[in-house]
T-cell receptor, first 112, second 117 residues
Framework: SQKIEQNSEALNIQEGKTATLTCNYT??????LQWYRQDPGRGPVFLLL?????KEKRKERLKVTFDTTLKQSLFHITASQPADSATYLC???????????FGTGTRLLVSP | DTGVSQNPRHKITKRGQNVTFRCDPI?????LYWYRQTLGQGPEFLTY????????KSRLLSDRFSAERPKGSFSTLEIQRTEQGDSAMYLC???????????????FGEGSWLTVV
């Protein structure tokens, strides 16, 4: 089956450090990967999209990489802040953008 | 633009009752999606509309579930004869559906929490 896998254990880091979250996929090559942020009891909020032919995408303090050889995407938050504490979801997208397949999400906790 | 709006935000119902959730997408968005999310899991795709046409349904959408988008604007998701396993957050999302990269950003609502007791 076509799976998206994220580390289910929470990631604890100190304020100011760089947080790195991992998303692995198996058995296929997604055309796109998307990253979302989700706060408790809220809907996911879109952050970044990266295409399979893009190595890296940046937006402010966020950076996403896409390594088709390793079948992996990394999501980085530089100069992390306590307000960055949330669950981050990775999702693969089919070419027509009709459907997202999400990983379980990784919870990030940034301590002051 | 007020974003994707979902009602009610919370619903507690007894097993066997029917419930209906409503979703108002971002205006001018022609695509509308329903997802379900349980604690500790990512959202799971249920169904997708392009305008008023329901183009894809997940096998998760049993015959007790029905979704409609009668005029290509708002949508309803009805669950008949609810079971405890239906307890989850039901998320609606919409997108412009241009078929090109970033033009397909999918915007989610805040979700409707269902608790079946």
């Amino acid at each position: 089956s076509q799976k998206i896998e994220q580390n289910s254990e929470a990631l604890n880091i100190q304020e100011g450090k760089t947080a790195t979250l991992t998303c692995n996929y198996t058995n296929y090559s997604p055309a796109y990967l998307q990253w979302y942020r989700q706060d408790p009891g809220r809907g996911p909020v879109f952050l970044l999209l990266i295409r399979e032919n893009e190595k890296e995408k940046r937006k402010e303090r966020l950076k996403v990489t896409f390594d088709t050889t390793l079948k992996q995407s990394l999501f980085h938050i530089t100069a992390s802040q306590p307000a960055d504490s949330a669950t981050y979801l990775c999702a693969r997208v089919n070419t027509g953008f009709q459907k997202l397949v999400f990983g379980t999400g990784t919870r990030l906790l940034v301590s002051p | 633009d007020t974003g994707v709006s979902q009602n009610p935000r919370h619903k507690i119902t007894k097993r066997g009752q029917n419930v209906t959730f409503r979703c108002d997408p971002i205006s001018e968005h022609n695509r509308l999606y329903w997802y379900r999310q349980t604690l500790g899991q990512g959202p799971e795709f249920l169904t997708y509309f392009q305008n008023e046409a329901q183009l894809e349904k997940s096998r998760l959408l049993s015959d007790r579930f029905s979704a409609e988008r009668p005029k290509g604007s708002f949508s309803t998701l009805e669950i008949q004869r609810t079971e405890q396993g239906d307890s989850a957050m039901y998320l609606c999302a919409s997108s412009l559906g241009t078929g090109k990269g970033s033009g397909n950003t999918i915007y989610f609502g805040e979700g409707s929490w269902l608790t079946v007791v």
